[in-house]
């Protein structure tokens, strides 16, 4: 047994979401996620049931920490495909896509049976089997912080790492877990689609006011926030206003936490489905942990995201706001579940 076999491992998520803006109630199960390891734990593919999403800021999160999302403080940040076909292939049940990783060579592939890529990506499926053929491929370059994704019949995109002023340089130590939450330039054929670049280190506060129901203060601040400025290829850099990565970064009632909390960004091409009803492709992910006296909270790995709601963005917290509260609507929500890395490989023994 290797030394990452940590109190907990990620091993499934689930994603409910209708594209459409949504109750939090109305939302229906449309994908569910598994990882699948090495015996170090190291990742070595994702299957899906139904359509995943892709974000390559992850991807390269993912590359940068060589495939052991152990090492991460939050382990895979949330993705999500709005494609109503995903919950159209979700009920038939089987596998649908996998996403393989070559970390040896820095490369990785998505085979799929869907069309859920088809608008947002360009993704045409091979077949109606997976059948080990990529229809995307990424390549990592570890030396220049990059990150190619590349499509048949459609101009490469670009992802380079900006780590300048980010939570990876400020946060980050020698030693895992580490954040490695960085800016980034994204551009498809040369052409620059969207960039964030942190632009100082943030300010830092103590949580303000106490609600009745939180008078501990054991739910989530903004305690320390990470301004960034936004550019794309058109004329939105004010876009996300004073934008900002928000975070908890604190020790209160004997936990020491670095929670990311919430997070804009720009994905016009989700925003263009018709099923999708947002204005300017400006979305936000909103992040949601263990409470610091939940029950499930363990006090050794408390960065563990329990659920995740994609949302329109609409403003930044003003530092020390709190607790926030999950969203009344959302277009949709991801579930994690964990599971030890020895109980993960004991299980794979007995299937």
């Not at 049976?113 to 088809?118: D, I, L």
């Not at 739910?219 to 400025?229: D, H, K, N």
């Not at 996300?240 to 936490?257: H, K, L, P, Q, T």
């Not at 029950?295 to 963005?313: I, M």
């Amino acid at each position: 047994m290797s030394g990452h076999d940590h109190p907990e491992q990620a091993v499934t998520f689930k994603r409910n979401g209708r594209s459409r803006w949504a109750g939090i109630c109305n939302l229906g199960a449309s994908a569910e996620l598994s990882f699948e390891y090495s015996e170090g734990g190291r990742l070595l593919a994702v299957s899906s049931r139904g359509c995943m999403g892709i974000s390559l800021p992850e991807m390269a999160r993912l590359f940068q920490a060589d495939g052991y999302m152990t090492n991460l403080k939050t382990q895979w940040l949330p993705s999500s495909s709005l494609s109503p076909q995903s919950a159209v292939w979700y009920d038939e049940e089987g596998v649908h896509e996998r996403l393989e990783f070559a970390w040896e060579n820095g490369t990785a592939s998505l085979d799929t049976v869907t069309t859920c890529h088809e608008q947002t990506l360009g993704v045409t499926p091979g077949g109606t089997e997976l059948d080990g053929i990529s229809d995307i491929s990424w390549v990592w370059d570890d030396q220049a912080g990059t990150l190619v994704e590349s499509v048949p019949n459609r101009a490469d995109r670009e992802l380079k790492v900006e780590s300048a002023n980010s939570p990876a340089e400020v946060l980050d130590g020698e030693q895992p877990p580490l954040d490695l939450v960085s800016g980034y330039q994204l551009t498809e054929g040369g052409g620059l689609e969207a960039g964030v670049q942190f632009t100082g280190g943030g300010a830092s506060c103590a949580p303000q006011g106490i609600a009745p129901n939180d008078t501990e203060r054991n739910g989530q601040y903004a305690t320390r926030l990470f301004p960034f400025s936004f550019t794309s290829d058109v004329a939105a850099s004010d876009l996300f206003g004073a934008g900002a990565y928000e975070y908890d970064i604190d020790d209160r009632n004997g936990v020491s936490v670095t929670r990311l909390l919430r997070f804009p960004f720009l994905d016009r091409a989700t925003a263009n489905l018709p099923e999708v009803d947002s204005a300017n492709g400006a979305f936000q992910w909103q992040l949601f942990y263990d409470a610091l006296n939940g029950d499930g909270l363990d006090p050794q790995r408390p960065n563990l995201l329990k659920t995740a709601y994609l949302v329109d963005f609409l403003a930044t917290s003003e530092c020390g706001d709190g607790p926030l509260d999950r969203p009344g609507r959302a277009y949709a929500t991801v579930e994690y579940e964990y599971q030890t890395l020895s109980d993960y490989l004991l299980d794979k023994l007995s299937e």
